[in-house]
T-cell receptor, first 113, second 115 residues
Framework: ETGVTQSPTHLIKTRGQQVTLRCSSQ?????VSWYQQALGQGPQFIFQ???????GRGNFPPRFSGLQFPNYSSELNVNALELDDSALYLC????????????FGPGTRLLVL | AQSVTQLDSHVSVSEGTPVLLRCNYS??????LFWYVQHPNKGLQLLLK??????LVKGINGFEAEFKKSETSFHLTKPSAHMSDAAEYFC?????????????FGQGTELSVKP
């Protein structure tokens, strides 16, 4: 176990709805990254937050947004859900802006109908 | 830009035989490389990492990987497979050092272990 927790574990939404996923980082970690893993593929980087500021973003549209709170927990928000947003969403935490060893949570599986 | 290519989408071995999962990388500078494992319906677990120290890296559960710059490879090996090794394995490179360590994943190799 890495100490990174995510909620909820599973979620079903319909197209056009909005969703919020949550992540609590490992104790002492101040950087959180989010990844999307479609079925049968490797995870794709969505964005990273360091000390409540966005610190890099992958090739995802603006309807994917995030927040990091003073306790370093984080949220991923997705608006106007599309069928292709169905995936496993993984959160990873690390220490420092350039910390490289990222510790992953168990993920939230999102199904969009 | 950094990238990784996992050369096999699926590898099948018998229990007790060696495991070899192949990975080639592309990087414009000395990379940080990782292998992660993902068991069904689980998150990702770090097996090992290379960060420009010793080229032979030992990880958990008897896995190791060798960084070969001349071949741009970072293959994962284990001398003797166990049934519990059956999982998806990802070779990963870290993006440029000034981008906060964004991870770039390969497509994954599914390892099956036959009794």
């Amino acid at each position: 176990e890495t100490g990174v927790t995510q909620s909820p574990t599973h979620l079903i939404k319909t197209r056009g709805q909005q969703v919020t996923l949550r992540c609590s980082s490992q104790s002492g970690h101040n950087t959180v990254s989010w990844y999307q893993q479609a079925l049968g593929q490797g995870p794709q980087f969505i964005f990273q937050y360091y000390r409540e500021e966005e610190n890099g973003r992958g090739n995802f549209p603006p309807r994917f947004s995030g927040l990091q709170f003073p306790n370093y927990s984080s949220e991923l928000n997705v608006n106007a859900l599309e069928l292709d947003d169905s995936a496993l969403y993984l959160c990873a935490s690390t220490l420092g802006r350039t910390g490289e060893t990222q510790y992953f949570g168990p993920g939230t599986r999102l199904l969009v109908l | 830009a950094q990238s990784v290519t996992q050369l096999d989408s699926h590898v099948s071995v018998s229990e007790g035989t060696p495991v070899l999962l192949r990975c080639n990388y592309s990087s414009s500078y000395s990379p940080s490389l990782f292998w992660y494992v993902q068991h069904p319906n689980k998150g990702l677990q770090l097996l090992l990492k290379y960060t420009s120290a010793a080229t032979l890296v030992k990880g958990i559960n008897g896995f190791e990987a060798e960084f070969k710059k001349s071949e741009t490879s970072f293959h994962l090996t284990k001398p003797s497979a166990h049934m519990s090794d059956a999982a998806e394995y990802f070779c990963v490179v870290s993006s440029s050092y000034n981008q906060g360590g964004k991870l770039i994943f390969g497509q994954g190799t599914e390892l099956s272990v036959k009794p």
